[in-house]
Nanobody
Framework: VQLVESGGDLVKPGGSLRLSCVVN????????IAWFRQAPGKEREGVSCLNSGYGSTRHVDSVKGRFTITRFSAEKTVYLQMSKLKPDDTAVYYC?????????????????????WGQGTRVTVSW
């Protein structure tokens, strides 16, 4: 299993950005996948989660209404669309996959249950 993120960049407050996570080693809809982030000096925290199967989603309160997590199976890619970005969104963003059978309800945002992490992509929100 391999996860490769991309799309991180410098963006102004109020702007938008889309992160990508290309997945190899399993079928995209067979696992629950999440995005986490880690700001300087802070612990890694869960941001958004996408359930296996039908693909229902969960978001932490700080990003509700601003972030969307989706998947495109043909491209083996999970996306995190971020809008109305704030300086507090500045962090390294990580894609993560939970073990088979886990759901957002029983696992997210617990990082100790994550099976595989990507290498991260940096997002900076600043003037």
């Amino acid at each position: 299993v391999q996860l490769v993120e991309s799309g991180g960049d410098l963006v102004k407050p109020g702007g938008s950005l889309r992160l990508s996570c290309v997945v190899n080693g399993f079928r995209l809809d067979s696992r629950t996948i999440a995005w986490f982030r880690q700001a300087p000096g802070k612990e890694r925290e869960g941001v958004s989660c996408l359930n296996s199967g039908y693909g229902s989603t969960r978001h932490v309160d700080s990003v509700k209404g601003r972030f969307t997590i989706t998947r495109f199976s043909a491209e083996k890619t999970v996306y995190l669309q971020m809008s109305k970005l704030k300086p507090d969104d500045t962090a390294v963003y990580y894609c993560a996959v939970y073990p088979g059978g886990k759901t957002c309800d029983d696992s997210f945002p617990r990082r100790e249950l994550v099976e595989v992490w990507g290498q991260g992509t940096r997002v900076t929100v600043s003037w």
